[in-house]
């Protein structure tokens, strides 16, 4: 077992390493759950980080947003395999069939098959997230529901709007009374007026003047609209471990209180659908759950993003062993896997997958194969050859997001190959560590690509005639 000494002093020297300027951890051995920080809360201030402050866990979120609908479930008010047409009846995106057969069961597994980061400002009524669905009517189809899995912002909306619906409360309310109360989470909220009274770490952003220096970032929280997908949660890495142990321990909570059955604790961990770009996230999804295997080891978790806040969640379950890390920078994805690798590596021998071996040659022997544009809700990639056959792409967001943290221009990025079919590795400047993008074909593998999947989002292939060859 880990020593308190051992972890903190490990944490310190990561993110001293990554220049995060702050960090908190929390680490489960057993019964046992260390918490640890480092570093400051802000860099104006240089508040020193403390076990319990509150960070934002971003869409580590979703899981509690996954239970609540479990719970649902248990009780019969909730059905996963019926139309979501069954509780919002108005319910409609672009695509006609989509509106009629989307079910619950696809939006947990995030394979309705329709965009999903819409990013829209509701307000701050009551009537946000009926306000925020009505606004999906118009979000494109990427693919036939059920047919692929592409990470899904959206579907997690509509599934706290149903909870809204199921209840008559408003999704914060419901989120507070079934978890936040029984749990005992005494560093969780979800407004950040009650955030106001604790100690609470802001993001960092790059300097757009000169991105080698962090500042603050402009926005805290986002929308209230995006509660259930992850920012009605905003809490210490001790309480979102706290939330994790309910399911570790069968639906219970810490002092005996059944809160979901075990029946439905282990359905959460099912494989629902395999996962295309593998490499960082896990093999598969379950219901709201990330599924991996570290070696023979079973993993789960979540993972989190919000304006200038980074977040991470492992727990091997069969071990009883896992930490949260929770971060105020834009991305830590490298120290996650630094960390990762020491914690699990040093007790269970084992770490997160690598990435798949770069291939020296960067060149391919069919450009045309991948070249174009390929979109989704809010983000344009075009992909383009040089002279030297080698492959280029071009990312422009234009979702509001992006523009509130002032993204970079990202044009002309490499894509290297790697030793997998169709696959290369890619680093946007926004990112601190490289990502694999998938070219793949849904109806027919190893036919001409229709998709390309990075970021844990497919993008549909628009206009294959759009990449052009750079002289």
């Known amino acids: 077992m880990f020593t308190e000494r051992q972890i903190e002093d490990r944490l310190a020297e990561l993110i001293a390493k990554h220049n995060v300027p702050g960090a908190q951890l929390a680490v489960l051995d057993g019964d046992t759950v260390t918490e640890v920080a480092a570093g400051v809360l802000s860099l104006r201030t240089r508040w020193p980080t403390t076990t319990d402050a509150l960070f934002l866990p971003g869409s580590i979120g979703k899981v509690y947003t996954a239970t609540l609908v479990m719970m649902l479930v248990e009780e019969g008010t909730l059905d996963l395999d019926v139309p979501i047409r069954t509780y919002l009846p108005d319910f409609e995106v672009r695509d006609r069939r989509a509106s009629e057969v989307v079910t619950p069961r696809h ?31 118009d979000l494109p189809q990427i693919a036939d529901p059920g047919a692929i899995w592409s990470y899904s912002n959206s579907g997690f909306a509509i599934l706290g709007q149903i909870v809204e619906a199921a209840t008559g409360q408003t999704f914060e309310d419901v989120l507070r009374e079934r978890l936040f109360a029984p749990l005992a989470l005494k560093s969780t909220v979800s407004y950040a007026e009650d955030a106001i009274v604790h100690p609470t770490a802001v993001g960092h952003i790059p300097d757009p003047e000169d991105p080698a220096h962090l500042i603050v970032s402009p926005t805290w929280g986002l929308y209230r609209s995006f509660g259930p997908m992850g920012t009605a949660v905003v809490a210490s890495a001790g309480d979102v471990l706290a939330f994790a142990r309910l399911h570790l321990d069968g639906g219970l909570a810490s002092d005996g209180t ?34 991996d295997h570290w070696g023979e080891v079973e993993i789960i978790g979540h ?165 052009s060859r750079i002289g």
């Not at 939006?107 to 307000?123: K, P, Q, R």
């Not at 029946?263 to 990330?290: F, H, K, N, Y």
């Open 107 to 137: 939006l947990l597994s995030h394979t309705s098959g329709f965009d999903g980061d819409h990013f829209t400002n509701t307000g701050r009524g009551d009537d946000a997230l009926a306000r925020y669905v009505q606004g999906c009517a």
């Open 258 to 291: 059944r809160l979901l059955s075990a029946t439905l604790v282990e359905a959460m961990r099912e494989p629902q659908v395999s996962l295309v770009d593998d490499s960082v996230l896990g093999e598969a999804w379950g219901l709201g759950w990330i599924l």
């Open 303 to 467: 993972d989190g993003n919000s304006i200038g806040q980074n977040a991470f969640m492992r727990l091997a379950p069969q071990q009883r062993f896992g930490f949260c890390l929770q971060t105020n920078t834009e991305s830590a994805i490298t120290l996650y896997r630094e960390l990762a690798a020491w914690l699990f590596g040093q007790r269970l021998g084992v770490g997160p997958r690598p990435d798949p071996q770069i291939v020296p040659d960067s060149a391919v022997a069919d450009p045309d194969r991948y070249a174009g544009r390929y979109e989704r809700e809010g983000l344009l990639i075009e992909v383009t050859a040089d002279a030297h056959n080698c492959l280029l792409a071009s990312v422009t967001p234009t979702h509001a997001v992006a523009a509130e943290q002032g993204w970079p221009p990202m044009i002309d990025l490499p894509l290297q190959p790697v030793a997998r079919a169709d696959s290369f590795l890619l680093k946007l400047p926004i990112a601190d560590a490289d990502l694999l993008a998938v070219f793949f074909n849904p109806d027919d593998v190893g036919a001409t690509p229709t998709h390309l999947h990075y970021g844990a989002r497919a993008h549909r292939r628009v206009s294959p005639e759009a990449g």
